[in-house]
């Protein structure tokens, strides 16, 4: 099964930036679609970014992130930049065959990590 392990996460002031990274054990494919969802406190869990043979972005965080990966690492980034605390939520690395939006395509997730951002 694939593990998959979030770091990065933390505290920073709106407009201020932050880098998580995801590392991916076991088995992997680097065909998979790999990124990231965010659930904030009494919100649903929310998609923010993904990639595969092309990287997809949430409305609400267009121009601001960018997903990047290293196969050869296992390992997907999410760089965060003039982030606001709208942002503030948990991040969930996630894996899966095929690109997705929700959360029902999804076959891997990491535990996440904190994000927030005050303002």
């Known amino acids: 099964q694939v593990q998959l392990v979030e770091s990065g996460g933390g505290l920073v002031q709106a407009g201020g930036s932050l880098r998580l990274s995801c590392a991916a054990s076991g088995r992997t494919d680097s065909d998979y679609a790999m990124g990231w969802f965010r659930q904030a406190p009494g919100k649903e869990r929310e998609f923010v970014a993904r990639?595969?043979?092309?990287?997809y972005y949430a409305d609400s965080v267009k121009g601001r992130f960018t997903i990047s990966r290293n196969n050869a690492k296992n390992t997907v980034y999410l760089r965060m930049n003039s982030l606001k605390p709208e942002d503030t939520a948990v991040y969930y690395c996630a894996a899966g065959p095929i690109g997705f939006a929700t959360t029902r395509d999804v076959a891997y997730w990491g535990q996440g990590t904190q994000v927030t951002v005050s303002p």
């Open positions: 990639i595969r043979l092309n990287t």
